[in-house]
């Protein structure tokens, strides 16, 4: 089982920025050994109530707010029984992010999370598959939303021991075929000219850092992957954080329904 407990700090910005921002990074921090010269893909399925009691929450930017998903890296049409994922509880206490999680078989993921039955495990994993099973059963947990998108990551090194930035492109969902190996279409939830730089940090963000981000203008968001789907979907009206599906300059009008963008070549 693992746990983390950072800040996070995220940003909306265009392809081309997000080049150049790679670039200068790049000479601070490594690149994640998982990323390659093409990234790696992550893929999650969320689970929610049939009122959508976590997606309110972080609408509503409640203090106390978690979800649970299933996720898996790297290629999803590989997915198989066996193929290793994560099973996890991303939870925000006040502004700290905290992320517990297990690694499973799929097929275990999937018993637990769908099946609602406690799966084999080691001893220590025992109370955090309890507590899952909890939020399932007590909250009739359900597949709700599945995002995939394409990531390069990076790490700190000396110093920056716990700093990790990661950029998400091509950031596509569905609201069915919640089977991470299915083929089933998926959509662009965000449009494909933007990426979602993520600053991930124990403690601080370090002053070169923060400096980049001022010399570069560029706007803290509040933006959710899972609630991006669901209003995209129209599982849920769009709210004042949703992402525009053309122009972000030209149209902040968050009431506006549009279908979701169909998935490019």
Request: hydrophobic share 35%; with cysteine; net charge positive.
């Amino acid at each position: 089982m693992h746990a983390f407990n950072r800040y996070e700090i995220k940003y909306l910005v265009d392809v081309a920025e997000a080049a150049a921002l790679r670039e200068e990074i790049g000479r601070r921090l490594d690149r994640d050994r998982h990323s390659g010269d093409r990234g790696y893909g992550v893929w999650s399925v969320y689970y929610d109530t049939r009122q959508l009691r976590f997606y309110w929450e972080k609408i509503e930017g409640l203090k106390f707010r978690r979800k649970l998903r299933v996720r898996h890296y790297g290629d999803r049409f590989s997915v198989g029984e066996d193929t290793p994922v994560y099973v996890e509880i991303k939870q925000r206490v006040n502004r700290v992010t905290q992320k517990r999680r297990v690694r499973l078989p799929y097929r275990d993921a999937l018993l637990l999370c769908d099946g609602r039955t406690l799966v084999e495990h080691e001893p220590a994993q025992r109370p955090f598959l309890e507590e899952v099973l909890d939020l399932v059963l007590r909250l009739d947990l359900r597949a709700v939303a599945m995002t995939g998108y394409t990531r390069h990551a990076y790490v700190g090194r000396d110093a920056d021991v716990g700093l990790r930035v990661t950029f998400d492109q091509r950031i596509r969902g569905r609201d069915r075929d919640f089977h991470l190996g299915a083929d089933a279409e998926d959509r662009l939830i965000v449009p494909a000219r933007k990426v979602i730089v993520e600053v991930k940090a124990d403690e601080r963000v370090p002053y070169w850092l923060t400096d980049l981000t001022a010399k570069r203008n560029l706007q803290v968001v509040r933006v959710s992957k899972y609630c991006q789907s669901v209003e995209a979907y129209g599982l849920a009206p769009r709210s004042v954080f949703h992402i525009p599906d053309h122009d972000l300059d030209t149209d902040l009008d968050a009431g506006r329904s549009r279908p979701a963008v169909p998935l490019e070549a």
